[in-house]
């Protein structure tokens, strides 16, 4: 039999996943499309604080070329986790000019993880984008590209 921590983890993480869930259905994130290295990429942009604590939590899947952007007020050091986050992703950070200044690996967490690990920017950002784990490698973004939000 498990110890009363670990059944208080277990339940704290259902009631957690569940509301995560009532949630996530309430936003409805803006969705545009950018340019990076050529290439048109879907998102939904998280820009409130409630949008950025939601982010791609309890999400099973991402389109090839689908993410979400994440855009911030100010230009400063970011620390990014995968609580609730069920897919591996990657992530790029940008800077006030919209020029890459990290990119990271991040590893999907268990809905038991109470300490996540934390993913800091090497540089202050302002944008991060996060994409299916690989995507920057395998399109071969480099450290000082660009993206530009493309109009509607």
Partial sequence: ????????????????????????SEIHFEKAKILLAGKSISIEIAKTPSEHAQGLMFRKKL???E?????????????????????????????????????????ATSLLDVKPPS??????????????????RRNGLKIGQKFQLLKR
């Fill in 1 to 24: 039999m498990g110890s009363p921590l670990r059944l208080f983890l277990v339940l704290f993480s259902l009631v957690s996943l569940k509301a995560g869930l009532c949630f996530g």
């Fill in 63 to 65: 389109g090839s070329d």
């Fill in 67 to 107: 993410g979400m952007l994440f855009v911030f007020e100010n230009e400063e050091i970011r620390h990014f986790w995968m609580k609730n986050t069920l897919i591996d992703l990657s992530i790029g950070y940008f800077d006030k000019d919209k020029v890459l200044v990290d990119i990271q690996e991040m590893t």
């Fill in 119 to 136: 993913y800091p920017s090497a540089k202050p950002a302002m944008y991060a984008l996060e994409m299916n784990k690989g995507w920057f």
